[in-house]
DNA sequence: GTCTATATAACGATAGAC
DNA sequence: GTCTATCGTTATATAGAC
């Protein structure tokens, strides 16, 4: 197993929050009544930014609009100016970090690679990605059961979808020889729940001085454990 | 590997709403203006019952005292004898399923089992139970960023606790040479989350007809896969 | 574009009748 | 023990001045 590395990673993925809410303001232009676009940036990112905060601390729904307004610099009047109510800036939140997200992935894992290639580049992304955007990712999985039954559905359909990407890489390994035969939907659940466990418990790793790499490692060598046939490369290549 | 499976495990720990609340009453006695024992306890059971249906749908902080008061089937002066704020109802919450959890923790584990035998019998004692208690489990995870600082660093303590069981079993297991050498507050830390994800996303494992045995016998095989030592066991050194 | 001021609804909590 | 009625507070959202 060979990694990437978290630095190396974060100079190939080129993450600003700038770019980001640019490309969101892009999207939802006709949602948001600021014209001009330096204006709107700067202060979307004001908004998200505090918004995750507070609610990385008590919750979404106890965050109160006033909170917010305080937090951001801005005044009530301002922030209604760039969502219409409170459900519409949950969704909102929601959607930002999703496009970039699977971009990254798509950018990330070669699809030229073997399975373990792809399986360690898949990992060290998820990670990272959640390293980076650690307070979006947080939110997007303490707030899911906050939105409407519609975006929830979608919610749990990008789960599956990124969960399936695993999925999709150990069957592949499966039929090459390279991993020995094992439940490939468990498999890639579980792992999927170590993943997650990084940025829902920072105070673990964090209190344990364990970085983002040590993990990445471990998780790694741990699924690779699993996964390796005792026979070795069976075949293929 | 060898499971006790739910249903053994169901009939040795005899779990029932009304005994939980009646050891919560008996502890909490002075908090509770109600005299009777029986109404007292009929009344908790609605309570909590209520109390945790709701949060899991939206939250405990989106849910008001007048949602509880329409589930419960009570008013909103009969609730507020129970406990004097929705805070405290919070607190009451919590500690509900922590004295059980750890009873039962403490009968399941047998200390003259060998730690690859006690492994299964923790991971078996946390899911089951997680899956007899599901909804208190979840609320437990979710809710305990809304406890004040104080309660938190308790929840806290309480999750590094369970944890350290696993660590001590691994640690015992890498003693005796049964487990090689891993790491082990990494490994009980991934192990915890996958424990976890039974029943923080039920949607996933109920809609591909999973029962909480399969998922044990592929935790616990997946985690034994990791830790059992090639070379066999090695003896005491 | 941003502010202050305010309308309107819902909230947690309590007092007092039964 | 439980209910109804109601208090004071806080919430979301908007209107209109600047």
């Given at each position: 197993?060979?990694?990437?590395?978290?630095?190396?990673?974060?100079?190939?993925?080129?993450?600003s929050s700038e770019q980001t809410c640019l490309d969101f303001l892009n999207?939802n232009?006709?949602?948001i009544?600021i014209?001009k676009d330096e204006t709107a940036v700067r202060n979307l990112v004001r908004i998200f930014?505090?918004?995750?905060?507070?609610?990385?601390?008590?919750?979404?729904?106890?965050?109160?609009?006033?909170?917010?307004?305080?937090?951001?610099?801005?005044?009530?009047?301002?922030?209604?100016?760039y969502?219409?109510?409170?459900?519409?800036?949950?969704?909102?939140?929601?959607?930002?970090?999703?496009?970039?997200?699977?971009?990254?992935?798509?950018?990330?894992?070669?699809?030229?690679?073997?399975?373990?290639?792809?399986?360690?580049?898949?990992?060290?992304?998820?990670?990272?990605?959640?390293?980076?955007?650690?307070?979006?990712?947080?939110?997007?999985?303490?707030?899911?059961?906050?939105?409407?039954?519609?975006?929830?559905?979608?919610?749990?359909?990008?789960?599956?979808?990124?969960?399936?990407?695993?999925?999709?890489?150990?069957?592949?390994?499966?039929?090459?020889?390279?991993?020995?035969?094992?439940?490939?939907?468990?498999?890639?659940?579980?792992?999927?729940?170590?993943?997650?466990?990084?940025?829902?418990?920072?105070?673990?790793?964090?209190?344990?001085?364990?970085?983002?790499?040590?993990?990445?490692?471990?998780?790694?060598?741990?699924?690779?454990?699993?996964?390796?046939?005792?026979?070795?490369?069976?075949?293929?290549?």
């Amino acid at each position: 197993m060979e990694l990437k590395g978290f630095n190396a990673f974060k100079d190939s993925v080129q993450f600003s929050s700038e770019q980001t809410c640019l490309d969101f303001l892009n999207v939802n232009r006709e949602q948001i009544r600021i014209k001009k676009d330096e204006t709107a940036v700067r202060n979307l990112v004001r908004i998200f930014d505090a918004a995750l905060a507070i609610s990385s601390g008590k919750g979404f729904q106890a965050m109160s609009v006033r909170d917010l307004s305080r937090e951001a610099n801005l005044s009530m009047g301002a922030l209604y100016s760039y969502f219409k109510s409170k459900e519409e800036l949950l969704e909102m939140l929601r959607s930002l970090g999703c496009r970039v997200l699977e971009r990254v992935l798509a950018d990330e894992i070669k699809p030229d690679s073997s399975p373990a290639e792809r399986l360690v580049q898949a990992i060290e992304a998820h990670l990272y990605m959640s390293e980076i955007m650690k307070p979006w990712f947080y939110f997007n999985y303490m707030e899911a059961k906050n939105l409407r039954k519609e975006e929830q559905r979608k919610a749990i359909e990008r789960e599956l979808y990124t969960e399936g990407i695993f999925v999709g890489i150990i069957r592949s390994g499966m039929e090459t020889g390279e991993f020995r035969t094992v439940d490939p939907l468990l498999t890639a659940a579980v792992l999927k729940a170590m993943l997650q466990d990084w940025y829902l418990k920072p105070w673990k790793y964090q209190g344990r001085t364990v970085t983002v790499e040590d993990y990445a490692g471990f998780v790694i060598g741990m699924v690779e454990h699993f996964l390796k046939n005792p026979e070795g490369q069976t075949a293929i290549r």
